[in-house]
């Protein structure tokens, strides 16, 4: 009886000082935060406490991103370390059904991270590895874009070690033209900033043709497209190539028209079209870029319509997950037009925009409404008007806080976070920040704001530590 009474104590020993070791680390992490007390320091916090493997790994090496950017590179050593020790241990289960190649194209993220905090030799190993990793699905696994983009991460990889010849060579091997252009716009431009303009040429030239090459099959294939073309123009308006921008940009305007303006393909054409617009207007052609935004603006008003009766038949939330309604459509035009410096055009389609999703009747879906509002109070922010944007993001929280799916609620605060930050308001963004529970987008909440702060120079008040300290510690 003393003996077994002797084990039980012994057990309930050590599960005592399994929780308070337990509890220690929880301390001490926050302890560590506090010590900082910064966005990025809280941001670093959460991220360690994503419990979904795969969404751990992301964030964590977005975070390492953020202080290598600011050049704490032993604390983006650390981190990078970390991730990829969490890397290494995501069971092949977790990913090898939906998406094979994550492992590799985390590694390859790894290290670009490990280059730019100066660790070649690493971040070299760690490439090497990626591609093993590729050689080996490649006969076992069907997914060729998969493969290719992954294949394009890891040239870009080795584009940030400086060995440009290597990611060259990796991106002849892609299979898909839109993958390949896409690595091979990334080493283009990367000679660009060292000023070997006549081995940009050359790339840029090769980016060209592989784009055009491009069979775009689908409206989301033809944006792809548009979108490399449009990359490679002003890379060589940069370099001093106006013509041969215009003569690209040309090319990417009539793929852009020809787009189907069916229900489903309409949004993408808007996108494309302002896409072009934009890139027209960076390399100083305003007039061309005022000629495509009324068709773009045509386009969008016809698909406010049809989102609205698509939202009402399905009910599906893609389009809160990526954007696809047509106030928003709306929301992008304008937006280019204030960035052009129309803006006084671009809140006159904010207001048709805003009118629209006020007749929309979606009492059922606040999340839907919330995030068009959030969307276009930006917009209006950007031309200028903060207080009305202020005043519209007030009622998207308004409506994101009777959203009773925690997860859908969670995104839709991130996404009103983000817009408080972007308006300069940091300590009510961080006071929104307090409302989200779950770990992912409280990491991306504070990456956006921490990002929003070095962006603007501004300097942490002590009201701003304060909600940090709250953050941390739970309080609301």
Same mark, same amino acid.
């Given at each position: ?28 992490? *926050? @302890? ?17 406490? /994503? ?56 590694? =390859? ?14 971040? #070299?190993? /760690? ?6 990793? &590729? ?11 998969? *493969?290719?983009?992954? #294949? ?25 033209? !839109?993958?390949?252009? *896409?690595?091979?716009?990334?080493? =283009? ?13 050359? /790339? +840029? ?8 090459? /491009? ?11 548009? @979108? ?6 002003? @890379? ?9 921008? +215009? ?38 052609? *305003? ?76 009492? !059922? ?24 944007? +202020? ?20 995104? &839709? ?29 409280? @990491?991306?909440? #504070?990456?956006?704001?921490? !990002? ?25």
């Amino acid at each position: 009886m003393k003996k077994l009474l002797s084990h039980i104590i012994i057990v309930w020993l050590g599960i005592g000082i399994l929780i308070c070791y337990s509890n220690l680390e929880v301390c001490q992490a *926050k @302890t560590g935060a506090l010590a900082e007390t910064n966005p990025l320091a809280c941001a670093l916090f959460f991220a360690k406490r /994503i419990d979904y493997p795969m969404d751990k790994v992301d964030q964590l090496l977005e975070v390492a991103t953020r202080y290598v950017e600011v050049g704490q590179k032993k604390k983006t050593l650390g981190i990078l370390s970390m991730t990829l020790q969490e890397t290494e241990e995501v069971s092949p289960s977790a990913y090898l059904s939906s998406s094979p190649f994550w492992k590799a194209s985390q590694l =390859a993220a790894i290290a670009g991270g490990y280059a730019k905090a100066g660790q070649k030799e690493k971040a #070299l190993k /760690i490439l090497s590895e990626a591609l093993r990793l &590729v050689k080996e699905l490649e006969y076992a696994c069907d997914e060729p874009y998969l *493969k290719s983009r992954t #294949l394009a991460e890891i040239a870009g990889g080795y584009v940030k070690t400086g060995e440009y010849e290597r990611a060259f060579q990796i991106a002849k091997t892609i299979e898909k033209p !839109d993958n390949e252009a *896409k690595a091979l716009i990334e080493i =283009a431009t990367r000679y660009n900033e060292i000023g070997q303009k006549e081995k940009t040429l050359e /790339i +840029l030239s090769e980016a060209f043709w592989v784009a055009k090459s /491009i069979e775009a099959t689908s409206s989301m294939e033809a944006q792809s497209e548009v @979108t490399k073309l449009v990359e490679i123009a002003t @890379t060589y308006d940069r370099i001093g190539k106006e013509g041969k921008a +215009l003569e690209i940009l040309s090319t990417a305007l009539q793929i852009a028209k020809m787009q189907e303006s069916t229900t489903e393909d309409r949004s993408y054409k808007v996108r494309t079209l302002t896409e072009v617009a934009s890139g027209y207007a960076e390399i100083g052609q *305003k007039e061309k870029a005022l000629e495509i935004l009324p068709e773009a603006l045509q386009v969008a008003k016809t698909v406010v319509v049809e989102g609205e009766e698509m939202w009402l038949l399905t009910g599906s939330l893609s389009w809160l997950l990526i954007g696809e309604s047509g106030p928003t459509a709306l929301a992008t035009v304008a937006s280019k037009y204030a960035e052009v410096g129309e803006e006084e055009k671009a809140l006159e389609i904010l207001s048709e925009a805003l009118q629209a999703v006020k007749e929309i009747e979606h009492s !059922d879906k606040p999340s839907f409404r919330a995030k068009v509002l959030a969307e276009i109070a930006g917009g209006y922010v950007q031309a200028g008007q903060k207080r009305k944007g +202020l005043e519209i993001l007030a009622s998207a929280l308004l409506l994101a806080k009777s959203i009773e799916d925690p997860s859908i609620k969670d995104m &839709v605060l991130y996404f009103i976070t983000e817009r408080y930050a972007k308006a300069g308001q940091y300590h009510r963004s961080l006071q929104i920040v307090k409302n989200i529970d779950g770990p992912y987008y409280k @990491t991306r909440a #504070l990456l956006e704001i921490a !990002d929003e702060y070095s962006n603007s120079a501004q300097r942490l008040d002590n009201r701003a530590k304060k909600i940090l300290h709250e953050i941390i510690t739970g309080t609301k």
